[in-house]
């Protein structure tokens, strides 16, 4: 019995140390022009790489259900 109260004493602390960890860190924005920059460049790489390497450009053919394709 006294390894469940330990069991559910570290799980309790561990999502209490995240919950506190992930409100400290906040929703910080990008501040300066540079860093905005670089997150535009980062999307517009993603999305050439989803067209480049697609279903249809890697195997010349159309998607089927297991791609998991979205318009």
Do not use: K
């Not at 995240?18 to 990008?30: A, D, H, K």
Request: glycine share 12%.
């Amino acid at each position: 019995m006294l390894t469940l109260y330990v069991f559910l004493g570290l799980l309790v602390g561990g999502a209490g140390f995240l919950i506190v960890t992930l409100l400290r860190r906040g929703n910080s924005r990008t501040e300066n022009a540079e860093g905005l920059l670089i997150e535009q460049a980062s999307r517009l790489q993603a999305g050439r790489d989803r067209v480049s390497f697609g279903t249809i450009a890697s195997h010349n053919a159309p998607p089927t259900m297991s791609d998991h394709y979205r318009h």
